[in-house]
């Protein structure tokens, strides 16, 4: 029983689980706590929104946009799972490291970002898991 508890399994019941409830979790709350206040208000944003890159304004909040509202609603459904986490995990990086400037707590911390980071780049690594769009879409039993 305990070797049962215990074991790290590949691809099992619980992994997907895990996946599944993963992606529930950090795809809805990236989309409603970030991504849907940017997109409402992408015109009283863009003049002031943070140029990390040097690419402007408008340019940064638009991508920040794609991925937090695109990329969470995609992971959240599991369609082009890594593709959505891809773009979470560029949009946090840059956050954490050129907004934040890497710190985790204080006035300006980037703990938030960090934690997402850590969530998005798990999804990157292992994909949707079978309880995903991406399976009934690219799944195995798919010719091509």
């Known amino acids: 029983m305990l070797k049962k508890i215990f074991s790290p399994g590949n691809d ?3 992994t997907n689980l895990a996946l599944f409830v993963m992606r529930l979790w950090l795809g809805p709350t ?3 706590n970030h991504g849907l206040d940017k997109l409402v208000n992408f015109h009283d944003k863009a003049a002031t929104f943070p140029d990390p890159l040097g690419i402007g304004h408008p340019v940064s909040l638009a991508l920040v946009m794609f ?3 695109v990329g ?3 992971l959240t459904i599991g369609l082009l799972t890594r593709f959505a986490a891809l773009t979470l995990v560029i949009d946090l990086f840059v956050a954490f490291l050129m907004v934040h400037q890497t710190t985790l707590n ?6 938030l970002a960090f934690i997402y980071l850590s969530g998005f780049s798990a999804l990157l690594i292992a994909g949707g898991g079978m309880i995903s769009l991406d399976m009934v ?3 195995r039993n798919k010719k091509g």
């Not at 204080?106 to 703990?111: A, K």
Request: glycine share 20%; no cysteine.
């Open 72 to 74: 969470s609603a995609l």
């Open 137 to 139: 879409v690219f799944g």
């Open 30 to 32: 990236m989309f409603f």
């Open 67 to 69: 991925a937090e509202v």
């Open 106 to 111: 204080g006035s300006h911390g980037g703990e």
């Open 12 to 14: 099992s019941a619980a």
